[in-house]
Structure formats: structure tokens, C-alpha cells
Nanobody, 122 residues
């Protein structure tokens, strides 16, 4: 089992930045690819960004490219999502997820955190 705990969400204004963190425990963190997803009342859970086990590969949804950056620190068992130039449409609950495979497909992730709320006002 992998336990994941997100933090760093909050209420910000459009144009502001936030950094989300996801702390992992339970298994060897560097064995897992990590992803960030989000869910809003109007949408199903959607892919935001993913990073491979060693961090050499990353991928992001078109809606956040150029604004959001995923990174990881395997020594700290933590993955991050730096979110810049936030927009009201970024408002959602953000989840981190872990899987042995590097993928953007939500249903392929085996382990999930509880989520952290990000709210962006206009």
C-alpha cells in the first residue's frame, strides 16, 4: 500500500500561484510514477500532470501547460505541483496518485490521496 497526503490548497485570486505537495509513505517512493488530477462539480476527474519515477519525463494537460509544473523529490518522498497564473476554471479538488506505470489515464492509477481544495476567485 502507498499512502498519499496532499497539502497546499487554498483560496487565491486569479493570477496568483500555489504549490501543492503530496507526501507518500508505505512503499519505495521512487518505484512509482506520480500524477496530479482534479475534479470540479462540472467535470469528472481529469488529468493534470504526471511525472516518471526518476523525474526524467513529465506530461501535462493542454489546459495547464505553461502554467503548471510537476516535480518530485525522491529523497523527501514528495511530489509537487507548482501552479502559476491561476484561473477561476482551475477551481477543483486536486488529487495526487501513484502507480507503477507512467500514464495520464486516471483509471490506471492504483493509489490516491484524499484531495486538497483549490479555489480561484476572479
Amino acid at each position: 500500500q502507498v499512502q498519499l497526503v496532499e497539502s497546499g490548497g487554498g483560496l487565491v485570486q486569479a493570477g496568483d500561484s500555489l504549490r501543492l505537495s503530496c507526501a507518500a509513505s508505505g512503499r519505495t517512493f521512487s518505484n512509482y510514477a506520480m500524477g496530479w488530477f482534479r475534479r470540479s462539480p462540472a467535470k469528472e476527474r481529469e488529468f493534470v500532470a504526471a511525472i516518471s519515477r526518476a523525474g526524467a519525463r513529465t506530461n501535462a494537460a493542454d489546459s495547464v501547460k505553461g502554467r503548471f509544473t510537476i516535480s518530485r523529490d525522491n529523497a523527501k518522498n514528495t511530489v509537487y505541483l507548482q501552479m502559476n497564473s491561476l484561473k477561476p476554471e482551475d477551481t477543483a479538488v486536486y488529487y495526487c496518485a501513484a502507480d507503477l506505470s507512467y500514464t495520464s489515464i486516471v483509471n490506471q492509477y492504483a493509489y490516491w490521496g484524499q484531495g486538497t481544495q483549490v479555489s480561484v476567485s476572479s
